[in-house]
């Protein structure tokens, strides 16, 4: 979308998707060694990429990556349907997470008890089978992820009561060489974002995840990211308060037929 609105100074363009099932480190290090030309990707924002790497500060997902609703083992349904506060689950709650996930670390910092694997589908494996309480997941992730695994995992739920937010910008991010290319792409998502195309395709993609969740019968629970400190702020005049959000959706113009 952002190549499109961009051809008549930028010219024609061609894609070319990396290959699957590269870590992320592995990625960054192929990014900062510029062995791949004109390479950008998406990646959840730290002050260390911010001072690695070229971002462009436009957040891709509007910010709501930073809801996170957790997969849960069935008959613990309301466990923490009375949880108010961070304090009282802290002890209550055994969480996993990838490693090398920033939301891991986010976690880690804020006191709770994570425990990281390397195996994504054993995450919501661990979960299911009791070893583990909880599994979060982003509110626009929620709804695949669901429709995937409910089939194989009987035992598997989504926790019904509770929900934490976090800032977490994803941005492009791309080499500091790359400037060029990047303003073209922060010029894209811009006119995207101003003639309305970039919320319909947001819409599209993640409105009926986030609807899935319910947040609004959910009790939010605010936690720090401290890995973005040094990040300037000014990418949230284009995210999306989903508490306040949510409550306007009967008059929300719905995404054109495609």
């Known amino acids: 979308m952002a190549l499109e609105k961009t051809k008549a100074e930028y010219g024609d363009y061609e894609l070319n998707a990396t290959y699957n099932g590269v870590n992320v480190g592995r990625i960054l290090r192929q990014m900062e060694q510029q062995s791949e030309s004109n390479f950008f990707f998406k990646a959840s924002m730290t002050n260390e990429i911010a001072q690695r790497f070229l971002a462009i500060p436009f957040p891709i997902d509007r910010g709501v990556a930073g809801y996170r609703v957790a997969f849960i083992r069935d008959g613990q349904q309301s466990r923490y349907c009375s949880t108010q506060t961070l304090a009282s689950i802290k002890f209550k709650m055994s969480i996993v997470q990838g490693i090398g996930w920033l939301d891991g670390d986010i976690l880690s910092a804020n006191g709770l008890n994570v425990y990281k694997i390397s195996n994504y589908d054993k995450m919501f494996e661990m979960v299911s089978m009791g070893r583990i309480d909880a599994f979060f997941r982003g509110v626009n992730e929620i709804e695949t992820e669901w429709e995937i695994r409910r089939s194989q995992l009987p035992d598997l739920r989504i926790e019904p009561c509770i929900a934490f937010y976090y800032p977490l910008p994803r941005f492009f991010i791309t080499n500091k060489d790359n ?5 073209r792409i922060m010029t894209g998502l811009e006119r995207a974002y101003e003639d309305g195309s970039f919320n319909e395709l947001w819409h599209e993609l993640f409105l009926d995840s986030i609807k899935l969740v319910g947040l609004a019968n959910r009790q939010l629970i605010e ?36």
């Not at 400037?179 to 303003?183: R, Y």
């Not at 720090?224 to 995210?239: A, F, G, R, T, V």
Request: charged letters at 25%; proline letters at 7%; hydrophobic letters at 25%.
């Open 223 to 258: 936690l720090n990211n401290p890995y973005i400190s040094e990040i300037d702020m000014s990418y949230q005049k284009y995210n999306v308060d989903l508490t306040k959000y949510l409550q306007k959706q009967p008059e929300l113009k719905q995404p054109s037929e495609k």
């Open 179 to 183: 400037k060029v290319n990047a303003q």
